[in-house]
């Protein structure tokens, strides 16, 4: 299983951007989730969703602001990023868990793609 992140890039304080996780190989259901690192910060959880798409949870901090969402035809998980912040600024890793796991612990995951930098302009 491969998991390839886009999406990434320079925006201002308040504005958006669009995060994919596009998954290739092995064709079973499974949970993604997105984490991100910042410079000099420990590894945090994001956001996550189940295969099905109707349990999506998040961190406190991106409630109201984050959506992810996914397309199971094409194998991609979204996460649509408003009003975005000086600290939402890191490097965004997306992951995908098998067996109906998923949720805010990063062990819960079985696979992970590279990053994808987001830098959030004041």
């Known amino acids: 299983v491969q998991l390839q992140a886009s999406g990434g890039g320079l925006v201002q304080v308040g504005g958006s951007l669009t995060l994919s996780c596009a998954k290739f190989g092995l064709r079973d259901s499974y949970a993604v989730g997105w984490f991100r690192q910042a410079p000099g910060k420990a590894h945090e959880f994001v956001a996550a969703?189940?295969?099905?798409?109707?349990?999506?949870h998040y961190h406190d901090s991106v409630k109201g602001r984050f959506t992810i969402s996914r397309d199971n035809a094409k194998d991609i998980v979204y996460l649509q990023m408003n009003n975005l912040k000086p600290e939402d600024t890191a490097v965004y890793s997306c992951?995908?868990?098998?067996?109906?796991?998923?949720?805010?612990?990063?062990?819960?995951?079985?696979?992970w793609g590279q990053g994808t930098l987001v830098t959030v302009s004041s």
């Open positions: 969703i189940d295969y099905s798409g109707i349990s999506p």
């Open positions: 992951a995908a868990a098998f067996g109906g796991r998923y949720g805010a612990d990063s062990s819960l995951y079985d696979y």
